[in-house]
């Protein structure tokens, strides 16, 4: 049997597959500036652009229950399951048979909408959406820094009698103590 592939990622296809239309209802895709705005300067509020917000892009698509043949009370919900069973996963997403985007990209998010119910509350049709992101390099890093920056404050080492080098040991006023006990001691 033929097929006509819209679009693939992780096994799961579009398109007319296996004597089924299972066609595209929209796809988007957005890549954005990571910006910061600092206040306080001197000229004031200021911009700093630090580089590119992880790339993401979105398909929905309408499920039917009768989208295999014969009618399937269940199939709406197995194949709501089998996707979020895929939150997680990497993978390449082909849109016309190329890469989506240079990366592969995670399933981040699944949502069913439109669900349709028939008089005993059996889904008849819905409209499903996934959504990716691709993991830059830099979010490892990232991720590494922001841990290592997020040690306590010199104030909060001091009085917690730990921090650098250069506090270890006992206080100035630690030492005054001590000396003043053996002082009183003799």
């Not at 590119?52 to 929905?60: A, G, I, K, V």
């Not at 995670?106 to 028939?118: E, G, K, W, Y």
Request: proline share 3%; charged share 25%.
């Amino acid at each position: 049997m033929s097929a006509a592939i819209q679009a693939e990622w992780h096994g799961h296809r579009w398109g007319y597959v296996d004597g089924a239309a299972v066609g595209l209802q929209a796809l988007s895709r957005v890549r954005s500036l990571k910006v910061v705005q600092q206040s306080g300067t001197r000229s004031g509020a200021s911009l700093n652009y630090l580089g590119l917000e992880p790339f993401t892009c979105s398909l929905s698509w309408p499920i039917a229950a009768t989208i295999r043949g014969a009618a399937d009370e269940d199939f709406i919900r197995a194949e709501i399951r089998a996707w979020e069973a895929d939150l997680g996963q990497y993978d390449t997403l082909t849109v016309g048979g190329e890469a989506w985007h240079d990366r592969p990209l995670q399933l981040i998010s699944v949502s069913a909408s439109d669900i349709r119910l028939d008089a005993r509350g059996r889904a008849l049709t819905a409209v499903l959406t996934a959504t990716w992101a691709e993991k830059l390099p830099e979010q490892d890093k990232a991720r590494r820094t922001k841990t290592i920056a997020k040690k306590a404050s010199p104030a909060t080492e001091k009085a917690l009698g730990i921090g650098s080098g250069a506090d270890v040991g006992p206080t100035a006023k630690a030492k005054r103590l001590a000396q003043e006990k053996k002082e009183a001691a003799r």
